[in-house]
């Protein structure tokens, strides 16, 4: 049995679950979610005050998405009631960020400002890092929703790839950049 999906969720205060057939809704003082479960082997319940999450057989594709279905309703659970966010870092001479209404507005050297429409429920701020050392430029990406934030923090990441020999480009605030070596003299 899965590890994952033998797991019950438990639900935090001010947070309703309610499931009707296959489409479990969830809401929290953040807002409110809602999916439906596309395998016709698993089956969600509430049980005192926990979400649990059954499959009726053993083959593998009710397997597979017994430990997903799980963790989507986990993170739906979780996300209602404490944002998602990821972070990124801007680095690069004369690369700014900012948020404009719904748009986020990349100037990361291309010869045109690159605009991002924000989906519905994702929330981006841009800001300074505080380190003193690192001159560094902050986008803060956080929403209820942990597939829609993540996936747009890819879309912006992706738009300015690190470069391996100043670390110049878009990347994650906890990813580790590798630097190539430049050129070295061949004289001693």
């Keep these: 049995m899965s590890r994952v999906?033998?797991?019950?969720?438990a639900i935090p205060e001010k947070v309703t679950v309610d499931i009707s057939g296959q489409t479990v809704s969830v809401k929290g003082p953040l807002g409110s979610l809602?999916?439906?479960?596309?395998?016709?082997?698993?089956?969600?319940?509430t049980e005192n005050g926990h979400v649990i999450v059954e499959r009726s057989s053993e083959i593998k594709e009710a397997k597979s998405?017994?430990?997903?279905?799980?963790?989507?309703?986990?993170?739906?659970?979780e996300g209602v009631a404490k944002p998602f966010?990821?972070?990124?870092?801007?680095?690069?001479?004369?690369?700014?960020?900012?948020?404009?209404?719904?748009?986020?507005?990349?100037?990361?050297?291309?010869?045109?400002?690159?605009e991002l429409v924000l989906p519905e429920g994702v929330k981006a701020e841009a800001k300074e890092s505080d380190d003193k050392d690192?001159?560094?430029?902050l986008v803060i990406i956080s929403g209820i929703d942990k597939e829609a934030v993540g996936q747009f923090a890819a879309?912006?990441?992706?738009?300015?790839?690190?470069?391996?020999?100043?670390?110049?480009?878009i990347?994650?605030?906890?990813?580790?950049?590798i630097r190539k070596e430049g050129k070295t003299s061949g004289k001693k």
Excluded: F, W
């Design 85 to 114: 966010s990821k972070t990124l870092v801007v680095s690069g001479v004369g690369y700014r960020a900012a948020v404009q209404g719904n748009k986020l507005v990349l100037n990361i050297g291309y010869s045109h400002p690159v």
């Design 34 to 45: 809602s999916r439906k479960i596309e395998s016709k082997y698993i089956t969600a319940k």
């Design 65 to 77: 998405a017994h430990g997903l279905y799980r963790q989507l309703i986990a993170n739906m659970v």
């Design 5 to 9: 999906g033998r797991a019950p969720i």
């Design 155 to 169: 879309t912006v990441k992706s738009k300015r790839p690190v470069e391996p020999y100043h670390g110049y480009g």
């Design 171 to 177: 990347h994650y605030s906890d990813e580790v950049v």
């Design 134 to 137: 690192k001159k560094a430029l």
